[in-house]
Nanobody, 115 residues
Framework: QVQLVESGGGLVQAGGSLRLSCRAS????????MGWYRQAPGKQRELVAT???????NYTDSVKGRFTISRDNAKNTMYLQMNSLKPEDTAVYYC?????????WGQGTQVTVSS
């Protein structure tokens, strides 16, 4: 079992920055890829960014150049640095950890960007 706890969400003005954290505990040795997803009201959950155990990253087009995903395996923590935030980035942000057998999700953290 893997447990994930996100933190760092909040209210920010457009153009501002936030850094999200996702700390993993439990069977952390089994985690391979990790990622950030988000879900806005009335919309489906969507991929934001992913990172492999080795550090290879992937981003959805709408956040390229503004968001940076990173991972500190020694601290069992993944981060999402979000700069130049836009109102359309408003959503609940979830972290996900993948093992060979299944995915695990965190409880989510709210990010609200005011115009």
């Amino acid at each position: 079992q893997v447990q994930l706890v996100e933190s760092g969400g909040g209210l920010v003005q457009a153009g501002g920055s936030l850094r999200l954290s996702c700390r993993a505990s439990g069977s952390i040795f089994s985690i391979n890829d990790m990622g950030w997803y988000r879900q806005a009201p009335g919309k489906q959950r969507e991929l934001v960014a992913t990172i492999t155990r080795g550090g290879t990253t992937n981003y959805t087009d709408s956040v390229k150049g503004r968001f940076t995903i990173s991972r500190d395996n020694a601290k069992n923590t993944m981060y999402l640095q979000m700069n130049s935030l836009k109102p359309e980035d408003t959503a609940v942000y979830y972290c996900r950890a993948e093992t060979v057998l299944r995915y695990y999700w965190g409880q989510g953290t709210q990010v609200t960007v005011s115009s």
